[in-house]
């Protein structure tokens, strides 16, 4: 076994401090980066919630099961996000005019299949069973072996009145 020398003892120690010093550094821009990602976080929230529409996660099925909704939705739809999560009340799907259903199911599946967004108009009948235009924008969320997990995306009414 070999004997440390004190000079042996002062490199490893200077080298040991360099390397705090470098996890220091990278302490410090990691800071920086998620207070950066926070505030990101915040004005995105900030420009959604100001938005004519329905922010939304769903999964990949025929009822389009909610996931998640924004607060707008109730706006859109005449629905309160509980009643469209899990399809409580309703699912997505009986929202969509039933003349778009089909449409709607082969635009998204077509995109999703080659993972690529998504945008396209249709009709939705709301609570009060008024005809709505909306135009929607979405893309699938796909996890590491690529496989699909949900589809998130945007809902907006462009109905002329």
Not at 50 to 67: K, S
Request: charged share 30%; aromatic share 10%.
């Amino acid at each position: 076994m070999m004997r440390k020398t004190k000079s042996h003892l002062i490199e490893e120690i200077e080298r040991l401090k360099a390397l705090n010093q470098q996890l220091e550094e990278s302490k410090a821009h990691f800071e920086n980066a998620l207070k950066q990602n926070k505030e990101l976080n915040r004005l995105l929230d900030e420009i959604v919630d100001h938005m004519p529409g329905m922010g939304y996660q769903c999964l990949n099925d025929e009822d389009w099961t909610m996931v998640y909704v924004t607060d707008d939705c109730y706006d859109l739809t005449g629905y309160k996000p509980v009643e469209l999560i899990g399809n409580w009340t309703i699912s997505y799907n009986q929202l969509i005019h039933p003349d778009d259903r089909d449409y709607v199911w082969k635009e998204v599946e077509t995109a999703v299949a080659q993972k690529e967004k998504f945008h396209m108009k249709y009709r939705l009948v709301t609570a009060e069973g008024k005809e709505k235009q909306v135009w929607e924008i979405g893309m699938g969320i796909y996890d590491n072996d690529g496989k699909l997990e949900k589809i998130q995306g945007f809902i907006s009414d462009i109905t002329i009145d």
